[in-house]
């Protein structure tokens, strides 16, 4: 009963948060994970997939779940496809951005929600 009314504070704080628009987006993780600040709304795709049951695995990812991560499109998701045939797999999520389009700000919203699996 606890946990339930813990989430439901958490969900009226973000709705709250959300509405007043203030530019710095507050969204707290239902798991009660502490609160994560976010710069902008359009971070706020890579806060809701910050739970470790969403990350990416860049090894076995395909294209159409890259396009889901904040400033990845279809052609930088082709990108990512080719450069990971190219060397055999990533070996730490960082090598991304040797991949050409991603540039420091994608890689800053990118860190927590990929990472470097086992090479299948």
């Known amino acids: 009963m606890a946990t339930k009314l813990m989430r439901t504070a958490a969900i009226i704080a973000c709705v709250a ?68 045939d190219l060397v055999g797999g990533f070996t730490d999520a960082e090598e991304l951005s040797r991949v050409s389009g991603i540039g420091e700000k994608t890689m800053d919203s990118l860190r927590g929600l990929v990472y470097a699996g086992p090479v299948p």
Request: one cysteine or more.
């Open 17 to 84: 948060c959300i509405a007043v628009g203030s530019g710095v987006w507050l969204l707290a993780v239902l798991r009660m994970h502490p609160v994560l600040v976010i710069d902008s709304p359009a971070n706020q795709a890579a806060a809701v997939m910050a739970d470790a049951s969403d990350l990416i695995d860049l090894n076995a990812s395909d294209a159409l779940s890259l396009t889901a991560l904040p400033g990845i499109g279809p052609v930088i998701a082709g990108r990512i496809l080719e450069y990971r």
